[in-house]
């Protein structure tokens, strides 16, 4: 059986084991400069993250997801960027969640 994922808001106890997840989450992937978790330390030091959400299992953060403001090319408003989304090597796959 396996265990419940939880999508929850970030919290600012959560920020090292996002680094840690995002880390993880890239190391291997040859398209990656490895630096996804400092895009997200700075988009969280503007204030630009509109939306950044955790999925965790028994208490450990094993994903997150980003969602942040970007600019159109011919000015229009209101759109967000998704990323970088990140998920422990260990725990992909999974299917059950609950918000």
Same mark, same amino acid.
């Given at each position: 059986?396996?265990?419940?994922?939880?999508?929850?808001?970030? $919290?600012?106890?959560?920020?090292?084991?996002?680094?840690?997840? $995002?880390?993880?989450?890239?190391?291997?992937?040859?398209?990656?400069?490895?630096?996804?978790?400092?895009?997200? $330390?700075?988009?969280?030091?503007?204030?630009?993250?509109?939306? =950044?959400?955790?999925?965790?299992?028994?208490?450990?953060?094993?994903?997150?997801?980003?969602?942040?403001?970007?600019?159109?090319?011919?000015?229009?408003?209101?759109?967000?960027?998704?990323?970088?989304?990140?998920?422990?090597? =260990?725990?992909?796959?999974?299917? =059950?969640?609950?918000?």
């Amino acid at each position: 059986m396996k265990s419940e994922i939880i999508i929850r808001t970030e $919290t600012s106890a959560d920020i090292d084991a996002i680094t840690e997840v $995002t880390i993880a989450a890239f190391k291997t992937l040859e398209i990656s400069d490895h630096t996804e978790q400092y895009v997200i $330390t700075a988009l969280r030091a503007a204030k630009a993250l509109t939306l =950044s959400l955790v999925a965790e299992v028994h208490g450990r953060v094993i994903g997150h997801i980003a969602f942040s403001p970007v600019s159109i090319s011919d000015g229009t408003q209101g759109w967000y960027g998704l990323g970088p989304v990140s998920v422990l090597p =260990s725990t992909r796959n999974r299917a =059950s969640a609950r918000p």
